[in-house]
């Protein structure tokens, strides 16, 4: 018997060993699936989602969409599996139908997000696109086993193409149209447009890049599909026209907001309401005074040579303790040095925390409305209880999340997804408001919308340059902020 390895046989085949063998349809598929995998996982790890969400669903979604492939061709190629069904399960032959794979993908992510508590939507306008990139090379799997090819043409029709495809596109006896490359080429265009283009300069609303994937490959499958001579056929109809047809006003459709006016009207779990975090230090409470006067306390029992100055006490608003000491001090002393501000903040707390204007009201309007809120802060627990209590503001926050209970501070978003899945919601319309760059910048690192108070006008410089979301200068217009009709993410987290 014989067991040797061959590369690249014949135009078909990968390798093979012995009587196994990988074609080259097989690797190109997989090459496809897997980097438009790679390339929304990219994307999904910036929204702070776990990869054991998407691989889960990718390990499960690949096999299910080859079904559904395989099975939308041999309903409309029965004829040639009716004597010998047994050849129904030789997928490594070729014969799946880009359609039938969507429809089943599409079918499962549906359920899945949906029981994850991931909105589809999203996921569909970081997926499809790349999907779209996906097919590219997929058809070239259809190249490599002379499949997916156009009417006769004669010799001449490739003077101007690489020898290669025109060797492969001579099949039974005649040269035949390149449609796979002509479908290839649309779609790469159509990826560089809705990447590019249209998402930074086009797209109002969630779901507008996948409706745009469907109109547009709709589109380039339509034109394509009528050059072609190997259609699947319903009657004296190409499916895959009628299909696409379809496609494109089901895309159109989705962009003009028609698909989101009937989900609102029969869906209203689409228009939830977003989750609402605080920082507290200047956002919910003013202890800026505080702050400057527990440093100043600890600088005079370790450091009395130095004065602080007001840019380095400024500076001190954001980072951490351990951050703040860490600039003037050896880091072995950081646990000393923490315990003699925490014991001073505590006893002067009181002294001289003030409060906000406008705090309580906004509050009073968000819990009236049913909006889920938390306190996520890079101070203790206990610290934030206590700032909440002096103005009797704790009844509002059920869940508060301290830097005991998460992995890493601020700017790190894992205090953010903590406080989320204590109020059992997901994460993807969060609204995060702080009055520091770390927390815009811990909010943009999940995708969240982050809105900046500007509190303290030596702030506002750092806070614009920071590129939040949404800038306020009194709590109160946040009231105003949350009636608008919007996905609560930051569109620029791509």
């Not at 409309?76 to 032959?93: C, L, T």
């Not at 779209?132 to 101007?160: C, K, T």
């Not at 609402?276 to 202890?287: I, K, S």
Request: glycine share 8%; aromatic share 16%.
């Amino acid at each position: 018997m014989n067991f040797d390895l061959a590369f690249f046989p014949d135009m078909k085949t990968f390798v093979s060993f012995g009587s196994l063998s990988i074609t080259w349809y097989a690797v190109l598929i997989l090459t496809g699936a897997f980097l438009a995998y790679l390339l929304s996982l990219r994307i999904f790890r910036k929204w702070g989602y776990d990869d054991e969400i998407f691989e889960n669903y990718f390990l499960m979604m690949f096999p299910i969409a080859i079904i559904g492939a395989r099975i939308w061709y041999v309903l409309f190629e029965w004829e040639q599996y009716a004597d010998n069904w047994v050849k129904v399960f030789y997928v490594w032959e070729g014969g799946l139908a880009i359609h039938g794979g969507l429809l089943a993908a599409i079918g499962f992510g549906w359920f899945y997000f949906r029981r994850h508590g991931v909105d589809g939507l999203r996921v569909a306008d970081v997926a499809l696109p790349h999907v779209m990139l996906a097919q590219v090379i997929g058809r070239w799997g259809n190249f490599m086993n002379q499949e997916a090819f156009g009417e006769i043409v004669p010799e001449s029709y490739f003077d101007h193409f690489p020898a290669f495809i025109k060797d492969q596109m001579y099949i039974s006896g005649h040269y035949h149209m390149p449609t796979f490359l002509y479908e290839g080429i649309g779609n790469l265009i159509g990826f560089i447009l809705i990447m590019f283009v249209y998402r930074k300069y086009g797209r109002k609303k969630r779901g507008d890049l996948a409706y745009a994937y469907i109109a547009w490959y709709g589109m380039v499958r339509f034109f394509v599909e009528g050059l072609r001579t190997d259609s699947l056929m319903f009657g004296g109809i190409r499916v895959a026209q009628a299909v696409s047809v379809i496609g494109v006003l089901f895309g159109v459709c989705g962009i003009l907001g028609v698909w989101n006016k009937m989900f609102a009207k029969f869906y209203p779990w689409r228009k939830e309401k977003p989750v609402v975090l605080f920082d507290l230090d200047g956002t919910l409470v003013d202890t800026k005074e505080l702050i400057f006067q527990s440093f100043r306390h600890v600088f005079a029992q370790y450091k009395p040579d130095h004065t602080l100055s007001e840019e380095e006490l400024q500076s001190f608003l954001g980072p951490t303790l351990k951050q703040s000491f860490a600039r003037y001090f050896d880091v072995s002393m950081s646990d000393e040095l923490i315990a003699c501000y925490r014991e001073y903040n505590h006893r002067e707390h009181d002294r001289y925390v003030k409060e906000f204007a406008g705090v309580k009201e906004t509050l009073d309007y968000l819990r009236g409305n049913g909006y889920a809120m938390a306190v996520v802060s890079n101070k203790t627990k206990h610290t934030v209880a206590m700032g909440l209590e002096k103005f009797g503001l704790e009844e509002y926050f059920p869940v508060i999340i301290g830097c005991e209970e998460i992995k890493e501070p601020k700017p790190d978003p894992s205090g953010i997804l903590e406080a989320c899945k204590a109020l059992y919601r997901g994460h993807d319309n969060v609204i995060y408001v702080g009055d520091s760059a770390s927390d815009v910048q811990a909010a943009k690192n999940m995708g969240g919308f982050s809105v900046a108070c500007v509190f303290d006008e030596a702030k506002e410089a750092e806070l614009t340059q920071s590129k939040p979301c949404a800038l306020i200068h009194h709590m109160e217009e946040l009231i105003e902020l949350v009636k608008e009709d919007r996905e609560w993410e930051d569109r620029t987290i791509y």
